[in-house]
């Protein structure tokens, strides 16, 4: 089954940065607007950043300035890296392929005050 794989997710302390990896099937990954969403607990999945196959971006107010979006075509994998790390940032994180409604397991960031 053809599915998208997070990883880089962890513990980390506020100030500090994580990269979060997205893998994605070569197939659409060319193509496809990627986008990562975060679910922190009791609060519904929201949109973080995205990026179309040509690379322009957008990000959520509130990450914008902290978190940079970016893909590597020729590895079929979309990065977030992730900077200035707040507490609010705590979540799981997810990796979406827009046109194939493809979704990643999620990988979870957790925040130390």
């Known amino acids: 089954q053809v599915q998208l794989v997070e990883s880089g997710g962890g513990l980390v302390q506020a100030g500090g940065s994580l990269r979060l990896s997205c893998a994605a099937p070569?197939?659409?990954?060319?193509?496809?607007?990627m986008r990562w969403y975060r679910q922190a607990p009791g609060k519904q999945r929201e949109l973080v950043a995205r990026?179309?196959?040509?690379?322009?971006?957008n990000y959520a107010d509130s990450v914008k300035g902290r978190f940079t979006i970016s893909r590597d075509n020729a590895k079929n994998t979309v990065y977030l890296q992730m900077n200035s790390l707040k507490p609010e940032d705590t979540g799981v994180y997810y990796c979406n392929a827009l046109l194939k409604n493809l979704w990643g397991q999620g990988t979870q960031v957790t925040v130390s005050s």
């Open positions: 070569g197939s659409i990954f060319s193509i496809d607007i």
């Open positions: 990026i179309t196959s040509t690379g322009s971006t």
